[in-house]
């Protein structure tokens, strides 16, 4: 059975950082490519970060891009998404997402972790 628990959100005010962590279980890790989305009340899911199964391909969305890096440990089976200079917009629910081949989309998902930033 794969589990993704994600850790490390909370409350923080804009200009802060956070540091979230995703532990995943039951799945090859070192050949998923992971993913971090999130989703803000109102609002639809949207994607804000994505590593390669080596770590050798990031990807992120305009929106963070210069602020959020991730970054992945395969010997630990993690996922990190680091925040930075974090706005109030960055305010969300963050999930974790494993996408394990051959697929195309990710294929597990977190519960997620609130990602609040005041102002």
């Known amino acids: 059975q794969v589990q993704l628990v994600e850790s490390g959100g909370g409350l923080v005010q804009a200009g802060g950082s956070l540091r979230l962590s995703c532990a995943a279980s039951g799945l090859t890790f070192s050949r998923a490519a992971m993913g971090w989305f999130r989703q803000a009340p109102g609002k639809e899911r949207e994607f804000v970060a994505g590593i390669s199964s080596s770590g050798g391909r990031l990807y992120y969305a305009d929106s963070v891009k210069g602020r959020f890096t991730i970054s992945r440990d395969n010997a630990k089976n993690t996922v990190y998404l680091q925040m930075n200079t974090l706005k109030p917009e960055d305010t969300a629910v963050y999930y974790c997402?494993?996408?394990?081949?051959?697929?195309?989309?990710?294929?597990?998902w977190g519960q997620g972790t609130q990602v609040t930033v005041s102002s």
């Open positions: 997402a494993a996408r394990t081949p051959p697929g195309l989309g990710y294929d597990f």
